[in-house]
Nanobody
Framework: QVQLVESGGGLVQAGGSLRLSCAAS????????MGWFRQAPGKEREFVAAISWSGGSLYYTDSVKGRFTIYRDNARNTVTLQMNNLQPEDTAVYYC?????????????????WGQGTQVTVSS
């Protein structure tokens, strides 16, 4: 089992920044690829970003490229999503997830463990 706890969500104006953190406990963190997903009201959960177990491979959905950065610290068992130039369409509950797959999985079905989510609200 891997337990994931997100933090760092909040309310920010358009153009602002937030940093989401996910703390992992349980099984060896460095064995897992990590991803961030988000779900806006009335919409399906969507992939945002993923990072491989080593941190050597990254992948972002097109809408956040150049604005969001994912990175991990295997010594501290954390994965972080730095979000800059936030826009109202980024408003959603953001979830951290862990996958036993190799590489940078982008499907929610490839993720075994999920956090409880943290709300990000961007006002215009």
């Amino acid at each position: 089992q891997v337990q994931l706890v997100e933090s760092g969500g909040g309310l920010v104006q358009a153009g602002g920044s937030l940093r989401l953190s996910c703390a992992a406990s349980g099984r060896t963190f460095s064995n897992y690829a990590m991803g961030w997903f988000r779900q806006a009201p009335g919409k399906e959960r969507e992939f945002v970003a993923a990072i491989s177990w080593s941190g050597g491979s990254l992948y972002y959905t097109d809408s956040v490229k150049g604005r969001f950065t994912i990175y991990r610290d295997n010594a501290r068992n954390t994965v972080t999503l730095q979000m800059n130039n936030l826009q109202p369409e980024d408003t959603a509950v953001y979830y951290c997830a862990a996958s036993g797959r190799v590489g940078v999985p982008r499907s929610a079905y490839d993720y075994n463990y999920w956090g409880q989510g943290t709300q990000v609200t961007v006002s215009s």
